[in-house]
């Protein structure tokens, strides 16, 4: 055991070390094992994050189509009912490029009716085209 103080206390240095007997610190592989688990999880992790980010970027492109499409719809309506025609229109919108076609049927459903119909589209991908449409008709009043 070792010297002891008139106190009853041991010395510092004479105490048992705050470890129990046989324990050491954490092995080479124990701290390998810990790093590859939190590897996966840091991936898993920030794969969740770049996929929701590519869906909200998804999802903005096409509120932005949608409503490209929708103002195209109202300036080509509010002409006066014989110059309603096709027309074909290209626009940036960030860092997107944006087709607007509209086109435009007389007779369509009946005389004196006339169906136009609005498309936007726009590259989702390199490789994958993403369109909004909208269709009004317009009588000849």
């Known amino acids: 055991m070792g010297p002891i103080h008139h106190d009853g206390t041991q ?3 004479a105490r048992s070390p705050a470890k129990p007997c046989g324990q050491r610190g954490a092995s080479l592989i124990e701290i390998m094992v810990a ?8 991936i898993g992790t920030a794969e969740f994050f770049v996929r929701g980010r590519t869906g909200f970027d998804q999802e903005e492109r096409k509120r932005v189509g949608t409503l490209l499409a929708q103002e195209a719809l109202e300036r080509t309506v509010a002409l006066p009912y014989p110059q309603i025609d096709a027309w074909l229109e290209q626009r ?3 860092t997107v490029d944006y087709t607007i076609a509209v086109t435009s049927q007389m007779n369509v459903p009946e005389p004196d009716i006339k169906t136009v119909r609005c498309t936007v589209t726009w590259n989702a ?12 008709m317009v009588y000849d009043n």
């Open 125 to 136: 991908t390199p490789t994958a085209e993403r369109s909004a449409s909208l269709v009004t």
């Open 92 to 94: 940036t919108v960030g």
């Open 35 to 42: 790093t590859v688990i939190l590897s996966f999880v840091a």
């Open 11 to 13: 010395p510092a240095h």
